[in-house]
Each structure stands twice: as structure tokens, then as C-alpha cells.
Nanobody, 121 residues
């Protein structure tokens, strides 16, 4: 089992910045990658950014150049620095851990409880 706790959401004006943090506990040795997803009202949850165990990163086109992901998935930490925020970035941001459970020989995905980000125009 892996537990994820996010922090750092809030209300910010367009053009502002926020930094989200996520800390994992439990069987962090099973984590292959950590990332951030978001869900806007009435929309499906979408990928924002991913950090793999070998420090490779990937971003959604809508945030590339504005958001940075950092941390160390082998230690169970991931951060999302969000700059030049836009009203379209509003939503609940979820931390995600993609794990491989050796004993069960299967992949398992864990989610945090989410943190609200609201960007006003």
C-alpha cells in the first residue's frame, strides 16, 4: 500500500504561481513513477505531468513551458511548480503513484485525496 498526501493548492490570480507538494508513505520501493493529474468541473481527469524513477519528465501540451515537475519518485516525493497560471488551470489536482507490486506481479495505481487550485481572471 502507498498513501499520498498533497498540499499547496489555493486561490491565485491569473499570471500567478503555486507550488504543489506530494509525499508518499508506505511501500515507496514499489513506486515506478509519480505524477500530477487534474480534473476541472464537468471534465474528465487529465494528465498534467509525470516524473519517472529515472528522472524523465513529460507534460501535457497545455502546461508545457509553464509547469515544472521535480522530486524523487524513489523517495516518494514529487512537486509541481506552476507559473503563469491561467483560469483554465482551475481544478482539483491529484497526485498519482504508479507502482509495481512484486508479490502480486501487477501494476497498481494510487491516488491522493486532491488539492483545489483556483485561478481567477
Amino acid at each position: 500500500q502507498v498513501q499520498l498526501v498533497e498540499s499547496g493548492g489555493g486561490l491565485v490570480k491569473a499570471g500567478g504561481s503555486l507550488r504543489l507538494s506530494c509525499v508518499a508513505s508506505g511501500d515507496i520501493s514499489s513506486i515506478n513513477a509519480m505524477g500530477w493529474y487534474r480534473q476541472a468541473p464537468g471534465k474528465q481527469r487529465e494528465l498534467v505531468a509525470v516524473l519517472s524513477h529515472d528522472r524523465k519528465t513529460s507534460f501535457a501540451p497545455s502546461v508545457r513551458g509553464r509547469f515544472t515537475i521535480s522530486g524523487d519518485s524513489t523517495k516518494g516525493t514529487v512537486y509541481l511548480q506552476m507559473n503563469n497560471l491561467k483560469p483554465d488551470d482551475t481544478g482539483i489536482y491529484y497526485c498519482n503513484a504508479d507502482c509495481y507490486i512484486v508479490a502480486a506481479m501487477k501494476d497498481v495505481v494510487y491516488w491522493g485525496q486532491g488539492t483545489q487550485v483556483t485561478v481567477s481572471s
